[in-house]
């Protein structure tokens, strides 16, 4: 099977120990070769200086760093400095997101959409910055249908995306029923399939029901037979991940996306598993 891009996807870490952790982390995955790591953005950008901390460290070492922007709660102004501090540094990828209102904050921000950002991105930067945007296989949660999610997909990704980054998910067919349906919608951008290793299966599925991501009911009954089994979950989550990833790139995904949740050894084994060599 031909090895195809990958690309791997952190959070900011709240501790110099977690910092730490993930320097560990990252030199094993780097080992591999990654397109790029990138960096989420809490929401509202709660995590923002942290964030910018773990994406000049990823930068210093050499390699592609990509942090997430998010547009809700904040302002023109607070974007424009960050990109323009992004650009200071050589960073040159941007992975473009609405992101969460947090809890409590009562503005949304001067922007309401993802395509809001993108626009304002290219304005301000021209082709500086290659831009991820997210896609939605099993849809967003807060669409109201899903002819309406994937016409505002195609506004996002007309506005100035180069490349799609998906939501996790567990169905082929959802992934392959999507870049069906955008092309379709005439989007040619290169959808990339997020991939969300398994390791405890609470932990998955607060995350599930939190994204609209599913988790098929075999996949659910089996998991809570093992109880707190965890050992069991994650060779099981290894198996299901591993044969997704092959039916994915079988299928012609581009490259793949993996969320790490700052953990190297599931990654590193899906990866190991369908031919990927250090």
Request: proline letters at 5%; glycine letters at 8%; a negative charge.
């Amino acid at each position: 099977m031909n090895n195809i891009p990958v690309s791997f996807e952190f959070f900011p870490p709240q501790t110099a120990e977690g910092a730490e952790k993930l320097t560990a982390v990252r030199a094993r995955l780097a080992a591999l070769k990654p397109e790029f790591f990138s960096v989420t953005f809490g929401a509202g950008g709660s995590t923002q200086d942290r964030t910018l901390d773990t994406i000049r460290q990823i930068h210093a070492e050499g390699h592609q760093a990509a942090p997430h922007l998010s547009c809700v709660g904040s302002t023109r102004d607070n974007i424009r400095n960050l990109l323009l501090t992004y650009k200071d540094i050589g960073i040159r990828r941007i992975v473009a997101l609405r992101g969460d209102l947090p809890s409590g904050m009562a503005s949304i921000g001067e922007f309401q959409y993802a395509n809001e950002l993108v626009e304002f991105i290219r304005a301000e930067t021209g082709d500086h910055f290659h831009i991820e945007v997210a896609g939605y296989p099993e849809f967003h949660p807060q669409a109201v249908s899903a002819q309406s999610d994937l016409l505002n997909f195609k506004r996002k990704v007309e506005a100035g995306a180069d490349s799609v980054i998906t939501q996790y998910f567990y169905n082929a067919d959802a992934y392959f029923n999507f870049v069906e349906a955008a092309a379709k919608l005439g989007i040619n951008a290169p959808i990339v399939p997020g991939i969300m290793p398994i390791m405890r299966f609470s932990q998955l599925a607060r995350f599930s029901d939190a994204c609209g991501a599913e988790i098929p009911r075999w996949m659910r009954k089996t998991m809570e037979g093992y109880n707190d089994d965890v050992e069991a979950v994650q060779a099981f989550g290894l198996d299901v991940v591993t044969a997704l990833c092959e039916k994915l790139i079988a299928g012609g995904a581009p490259a793949l996306h993996l969320y790490t949740l700052n953990q190297a050894n599931a990654p590193l084994e899906i990866l190991n598993r369908l031919g990927y060599r250090a």
